[in-house]
């Protein structure tokens, strides 16, 4: 029977730390770090998101604001938003809600924003900084991910690592964080196109999944004592339900407990360690801009 992670509890601890270090920035006269959050069109699972998103900055003693606009804005005006919060002293991080409506492409949106600027670490040069191990901005949900091995014990020196998923948000930027020496992982990182990956899984130690399918990761898959680490958050149709659909990972969970020795659950696994990251970038980017 696994060890379940707590994810939501890791993550009160990375907040609590963010708010004492935003305390300490405060008391030291500075203002404190603003996050601005760009949120185009009504999908409803972006909205809660970036619900979830302002109140946690609030809790941690940050400044935010959410900027909503239609799903027709078009991308000279976007641009023009971004530029203005670049250009605005006030404002330490500014993240663009993903995914835009179609007609807006998001590596040009992402590409205007001020790298020193983009929490999410998302920009390109952001990127390159972290495969060539620069300081610079990692993108929350990977970053949060490490966090929950470390505060965890679970060792990755010389271990298997396992991503499922090769998006620029999570497995590609993940793959690059645990080949750091920090972490001295091997890593592989599969896709649609590997072959034998339920071979590949059993062979990993640490079995990260990154690939939005509910439930993809059966028992056979998993090698007896690994860690898993289930990003997916999948909106399932339930009319038993109170909203009408509940959520659930990329993971069988109930049968991948009894063999694993590490899991993540889903809620209250990766998705609140997301958040908490994204708070300790905010501070962060508050204290770049000085
Ligand atoms: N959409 C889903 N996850 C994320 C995230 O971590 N950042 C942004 N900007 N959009 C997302």
Same mark, same amino acid.
Request: charged residues 20%; aromatic residues 4%; proline residues 6%.
């Given at each position: 029977?696994?060890?379940? $992670? ?6 009160? /601890?990375?907040?609590? #730390?963010?708010? /004492? ?10 203002? =404190? =770090? ?24 609030? +809790? ?6 959410? &900027? ?6 078009? #991308?000279?005006?976007? &641009? ?13 991080? $500014?993240?663009?809600?993903? =995914? ?17 600027? @983009?929490? +999410? ?25 490490? #966090? ?8 990755? /020196? ?40 339920? /071979? ?29 680490? +289930? ?6 149709? @339930? ?10 990972? @990329? ?6 407990? #009894?063999?694993?020795?590490? $899991? ?14 994204? &708070? ?8 770049? &801009?000085?």
């Amino acid at each position: 029977m696994a060890t379940i $992670i707590d994810g939501k509890a890791i993550a009160a /601890e990375v907040r609590s #730390e963010v708010r /004492e270090d935003v305390a300490k920035w405060t008391a030291d006269g500075h203002a =404190p =770090p603003y996050l601005a959050v760009i949120l185009v069109g009504d999908n409803p699972a972006s909205a809660s998101y970036v619900r979830g998103k302002i109140k946690a900055s609030q +809790d941690a003693g940050i400044a935010g604001d959410t &900027l909503k606009f239609d799903a027709s804005i078009s #991308e000279k005006a976007l &641009l023009s938003v971004i530029q203005d919060l670049n250009d605005s002293p006030h404002v330490s991080g $500014i993240l663009v809600q993903l =995914p835009l409506p179609g007609h807006l492409d998001s590596s040009r949106i992402i590409a205007a924003l001020n790298p020193d600027k @983009d929490v +999410d670490g998302l920009h390109t040069v952001n990127a390159g900084r972290l495969v060539t191990d620069s300081q610079g901005f990692v993108p929350c949900t990977p970053a949060g991910i490490v #966090e929950l091995l470390r505060r965890s014990n679970i060792p990755t /020196e010389g271990q298997h690592a396992v991503i499922l998923g090769r998006s620029h948000l999570v497995g590609r930027p993940l793959a690059s964080l645990l080949l750091r020496k920090q972490y001295n992982a091997t890593v592989t990182v599969c896709h649609s196109r590997t072959k034998n990956l339920p /071979e590949v899984c059993r062979t990993a130690d640490i079995l990260v999944a990154a690939i939005g399918r509910t439930h993809f990761v059966s028992a056979d898959m998993i090698k007896p004592g690994a860690a898993i680490i +289930d990003v997916g958050i999948n909106r399932v149709e @339930d009319p038993k339900h109170k909203r009408g659909y509940y959520l659930t990972g @990329d993971v069988d969970y109930n049968a991948a407990k #009894e063999l694993a020795g590490y $899991i993540t659950p889903v809620p209250g696994g990766v998705g609140p360690m997301t958040i908490a990251m994204l &708070l300790k970038n905010t501070m962060t980017a508050a204290k770049l &801009l000085g």
